[in-house]
């Protein structure tokens, strides 16, 4: 999905023309279109859709909306800004507001799912989260469902706090994980040194080698969400016990 444009196309008019035709022409050389942050943060995202490994700086960005530099700066504070923006466009479609009609266990699997989505199509969202010292706001707001979730299930306290870091964490490492190397890819990567191993690595890995080739990413971190929930309900079986 393309988040910089996601308009429907429109019906041609009595000339004959629609939109996608009037997109598809070459711009016109003259003045560039105004300005504004909501044109900056469309033409970031489109960067990111062509190059969604790669965190634009501020001379690409401008490049990009036809601008000097300088002319960011009436919009945005600095390149922070910039990227807070973009980065609360990509999770604004995730869970920030929980159904309260689902179960807390819905919630959560649906909020880790969702976060692996939106972070592999963008992967250099990862370097945004944190820069300059700061987290950025928009992070911090798509995680604070988290803390409504796990708060519904019943946790509070230092079990709370430990429970969010942790899967916040878990969700956030299998997702760099699997952009930087799919999971496919470092089960045929470990597959061609598998020659190379002493003779009792071998055998060890060898109740598990036929089903290790039979699970894709998709899998792997469906295994994780249950492994997350079921971490939760016996955290919360414990404090029930006292």
Do not use: C
């Amino acid at each position: 999905m393309n988040i910089a444009s996601n308009k429907t196309q429109s019906e041609p008019d009595e000339k004959g023309h629609n939109e996608a035709d009037e997109v598809a022409r070459p711009r016109r050389r003259g003045r560039p279109a105004r300005l504004s942050r909501e044109r900056v943060v469309d033409a970031v995202l489109a960067l990111l859709d062509r190059e969604p490994d790669q965190v634009p700086a501020i001379a690409r960005i401008a490049h990009e909306v036809e601008a000097v530099p300088a002319a960011l700066y009436r919009h945005f504070e600095n390149l922070d800004d910039i990227l807070d923006s973009v980065l609360a466009r990509i999770l604004e479609a995730s869970q920030s507001d929980p159904d309260e009609r689902e179960s807390w266990q819905a919630q959560l699997a649906n909020w880790m799912h969702e976060l692996r989505s939106h972070l592999l199509q963008y992967p250099a969202v990862l370097a945004m989260i944190g820069r300059s010292g700061r987290t950025s706001p928009a992070w911090l707001e798509a995680s604070s469902a988290l803390v409504e979730i796990l708060g519904r299930a019943g946790l509070s306290g230092r079990d709370l706090a430990a429970s969010y870091l942790w899967i916040l964490e878990s969700t956030v490492g299998l997702v760099m994980q699997e952009a930087i190397l799919p999971l496919p890819e470092q089960i045929a990567n470990a597959r061609a040194s598998h020659h190379e191993l002493s003779e009792t690595a071998r055998a060890r890995f060898a109740p598990i080698a036929p089903d290790l080739e039979r699970i894709d990413g998709e899998e792997f971190f469906s295994f994780a969400v249950a492994q997350a929930t079921a971490n939760v309900e016996l955290r919360i079986e414990n404090i029930r016990k006292g």
